[in-house]
């Protein structure tokens, strides 16, 4: 396991409070998660809204769908600035399992928000919203029983925290694609950095807003002077693990 690099630019928030704003009830659904004595009347009363009027319907076991499948779900967070690699790394991991027969599904951050999150700007609301909607979207990928596999900046501790809680018992690796800021912006491929150098990219991660690096990662990809499929390799195998459905 890589340990953080200290020169990758990191300053928290003056205030680093997140609210998980749910209109499923998370945070409600969360405490239940964690005392399974609560009585069956207690649980439903808890999953029902009481300022929306809506009741959390049961499907069948999850494990049904994982079973026709063959696999368990996981899901991959990957983490770090713009350009640092994070949707080369995810495409590579995604055909690599789709080869070893997985089934597998990106969630990268330019798509989603020109799909699902198109209405999102980038104030600092609309990022927090934009990353809630992707780790809804991750969870319910993975109910399914897919490979969900994130590529967002998300620059904020307590945003990853809070997608890390959305992902309930699904496995959730953090991965941080570490990537020197003098890197990034020497790669540049959507020539951002020059921009917001030049102010016209405001709150641009790693310039002119804040990066907070993870500070307990499952796991760290430096991916300098190392290519996509090398770094990618270093997640492959755990993923395979993790997704392994065992016969009874």
């Known amino acids: 396991m890589h340990v953080p690099s200290s020169s990758k630019v990191s300053q928290p928030r003056k205030a680093d409070k997140f609210r ?17 004595s609560l009585p069956p009347e207690r649980l439903e009363s808890t999953e029902l809204s009481s300022d929306r009027n809506l009741t959390r319907h049961a499907l069948q076991p999850r494990e049904n769908r994982w079973a026709c499948l063959g696999q368990k779900p996981v899901i991959a967070w ?12 995810a495409s590579a991991v995604d055909r690599a399992l789709t080869a070893r027969g997985r089934a597998t599904m990106v969630l990268d951050g330019d798509n989603l928000r020109l799909g699902l999150n198109r209405d999102l700007g980038f104030s600092a609301g609309d990022r927090a919203e934009n990353i809630r909607r992707a ?23 307590a945003e990853r925290e809070a997608a890390r809680q959305i992902a309930g018992d699904v496995p959730f690796l953090e991965i941080f ?14 020539g951002l950095y ?3 150098r030049a102010g016209r990219i405001p709150d641009f991660t790693g310039i002119s807003a804040p990066y907070e690096a993870p500070e307990r990662p499952d796991l760290v990809i430096p991916t300098q002077d190392r290519a996509v499929e090398d770094s990618a390799a270093l997640l492959i195998p755990e993923l395979l693990r993790l997704s392994a459905l065992e016969r009874a």
């Open 194 to 196: 020059d921009r917001a």
């Open 135 to 157: 780790a809804e979207a991750a969870r319910l990928m993975a109910e399914t029983g897919l490979i969900t596999i994130v590529s967002l900046i998300s620059p904020f501790r």
């Open 20 to 36: 998980i704003q749910t209109g499923n009830n998370r945070s409600e659904l969360t405490v239940v998660r964690a005392d399974r």
């Open 177 to 190: 694609i570490d990537t020197p800021l003098a890197v990034c912006e020497a790669r540049d491929p959507k």
């Open 78 to 89: 990957f983490t770090g600035l713009s350009g640092a690699g994070k949707s080369s790394i």
